[in-house]
């Protein structure tokens, strides 16, 4: 559908229906609306954001039902359909205007601004604020909106700053597109793995420990235990050598890889011990360049594939931290491949192989392949070596296209020292995560001073693959439990089989079996409590086992099984035997769909 726009030149023209600025014009008729019930309300902020908008306001207090009367409200200036109009004014004639109509936060901004700055103002009524807009040109254009929710925002998110009120919305051309986006935040909601992990027992956290700081539970740590085997064995297979790394190191350490001059923001606080200035470790290759560089390599050696399960450290700021997905504590799934330049296809082709392979195991098909190159106009983000920037993403482009690879590019998302292919996948809520990554390295090799002899007798640089899996075992984590909602597959299920005996007389029957299987390798519970069958079936299915195993009269006679599948299947007279092979065949069951 056509639509008029106003641009902050006064200029009107018309384009299809553009959602980022129809969500911004009716962030405007939020605030119109806060003005017009809440007339001491201050005017922060309200962009446009991907889920929609928001604004943010001071000196007025909100409940969650109050949403219901702004909509209200805003749904009457709609109705006026007031018409947008725009104005400038010299800087000192900004100030006072906004001065004058108490506007605060508004004055603040203006006065941050550069002198040069055209200062551009929409109103609609007698409702003013400071934009550089486009907007609807006609208020009936923004379509259909919703507000969502209330928050606390720092003023310009700085903790050190105001508390603000943030009110959420959203808005969509079409009346069922909201509905659609209703729909989602509710499963959204279904599939939080905070919630879950709580539910589940998985996972908690504490203030006493710490924010950011997860502790993971016997449930999640069966999780844990089981992804690690996984990926170690898998990687072991392929010649990849493991080992064991402190999760501190010296200052000078990360002075000579470089992190220190791009990633220090991000570290935790140097601690003075002795003579010496430590700090967390937030990566693990600079450890990893030091292991190589232990021994003298011939050509004959490389590639050499130095993995490790290893426990990193990030000052993640505290508005960031969320259960299992963005923590300051976590364990990463790396490796590091040091290849002669002749192997680096074929190495980053078994990176790609491995990749895919992990992939079908879990059965993961919604993903796509993004080649992460430097933004090259903020040079100040990266190493600053443009030959070798040019190198790199050179030989990486050509490496992909050689594997027949379809992939996009995407500026600014490189490490600082080298382009990377990061895999997207789209989780269950439509989401794009980046879970594994491979990284090409000709920047540290340099600065710790690596080399091998090649056939020729003389020394010469390796290059360096960066790679990992699952990327970090808490986010993969809280990933699968979304996916999932809990209902893991067989292998990572905490309790695979539960055993619910009707009566005191079924339970040496029941713990039997729990003793059989448990030899096995099998995670097996009996629930001998005094409960009702009924009951206990109830808590077996909130715990989301896979198999639960109902021992009555009839099956301790017959010795035989009655089965109650998570899905809702159901199995009669299933002998000890038969279900025992089934188990084998479920043993290493990782499909999570």
């Known amino acids: 559908m056509s639509v008029k726009y106003l641009n902050n ?74 018409k947008m109009s725009t104005f400038s004014l010299p800087r000192a004639e900004a100030i006072a205007l906004m001065k004058e109509r108490g506007e605060d936060y508004k004055v603040e901004l203006i006065e941050d601004l550069p002198e040069e700055e055209r200062l551009t103002f929409y109103q609609m009524g007698d409702f003013i604020d400071l934009c550089t807009g486009p907007h609807m040109l006609y208020l009936k254009s923004v379509g259909h909106f919703k507000l969502l929710s209330l928050t606390g925002a720092y003023w310009r998110g700085n903790e050190k700053n105001k508390m603000l009120t943030r009110i959420y919305g959203t808005a969509f051309a079409k009346s069922e597109e909201i509905e659609e986006f209703l729909k989602q935040r509710e499963e959204a909601k279904l599939r939080d793995h905070r919630k879950i992990g709580k539910d589940l027992k998985l996972f908690m956290t504490h203030e006493l420990v710490g924010s950011g700081l997860p502790l993971w539970l016997p449930n999640g740590s069966v999780i844990r235990r089981c992804l690690e085997r996984y990926i170690v064995d898998k990687e072991v297979s392929l010649g990849y050598q493991h080992v064991y790394t402190p999760s501190l190191a010296n200052v000078e350490l990360y002075k000579t890889s ?22 967390l470790r937030p990566m693990n290759c600079p450890h990893h360049m030091l292991i190589f560089k232990n021994e003298l390599h011939s050509y004959r050696d490389l590639p050499i594939r130095i993995g490790e399960l290893a426990h990193d450290f990030r000052w993640e700021d505290s508005g960031a931290v969320c259960g299992l997905e963005r923590v300051r504590a976590m364990c990463q799934n790396d490796a590091h491949l040091f290849v002669r330049p002749d192997q680096i296809k074929s190495e980053f082709g078994n990176v790609v192989r491995l990749i895919l392979d992990v992939y079908q195991d879990f059965g993961f098909e919604n993903y796509t392949f993004r080649l992460s190159l430097r933004d090259k106009e903020n040079k100040e983000k990266y190493y600053d070596n443009d030959e070798m920037w040019d190198r790199a993403e050179n030989e990486l482009r050509t490496i992909l296209k050689e594997l027949n690879l379809d992939f996009y590019e995407a500026e600014g998302e490189a490490a600082f020292y080298g382009p990377k292919l990061d895999v997207q996948i789209k989780t269950a809520l439509g989401h794009d995560v980046t879970v594994s990554t491979c990284q090409l390295d000709f920047l540290l090799p340099e600065r710790f001073d690596l080399s091998y002899v090649d056939e020729n007798g003389e020394k010469v640089r390796p290059v360096v693959l960066h790679r990992a899996i699952f990327g970090t075992l808490d986010r993969f984590t809280a990933f699968l439990i979304e996916e999932t909602k809990g209902a893991f597959p067989f292998y990572l299920s905490p309790v695979q089989v539960k055993i619910l005996p009707i009566s005191e007389q079924e339970v040496e029957f029941a713990q039997g079996l729990q003793q059989e299987w448990t030899q096995k390798g099998f995670r097996v519970e009996v629930d001998d409590s005094n409960e009702k069958i009924g009951y206990k079936i109830r808590v077996a299915q909130l715990s989301k086992v896979p198999y639960m195993i109902i021992l009555g009269k009839k099956e301790l006679e017959s010795k035989t099984l009655s089965i109650r599948e998570r899905n809702g299947n159901k199995m009669e007279g299933i002998s000890v035997e038969e279900f025992s092979k089934k188990l084998e065949e479920k043993r290493y069951e990782l499909k999570t769909k």
């Open 9 to 82: 030149q006064g200029e009107v023209y018309e384009d299809e229906y553009v959602l980022e600025v129809a969500r911004h014009t009716t962030s405007h008729i939020l605030a119109m609306a806060v003005k017009r019930l809440y007339q001491d309300a201050k005017l922060a902020i309200g962009p446009a954001i991907d889920s929609g908008f928001y604004y943010d306001f001071d000196n007025v207090s909100l409940k969650q039902e109050d949403l219901e009367k702004l909509e209200a409200e805003m749904k009457k200036i709609i109705k006026e359909n007031l």
């Open 258 to 279: 470089g992190h220190w001059d791009h990633y220090k923001e991000d570290m935790f606080p140097v601690m003075k011990m002795d003579n010496e200035e430590l700090v």
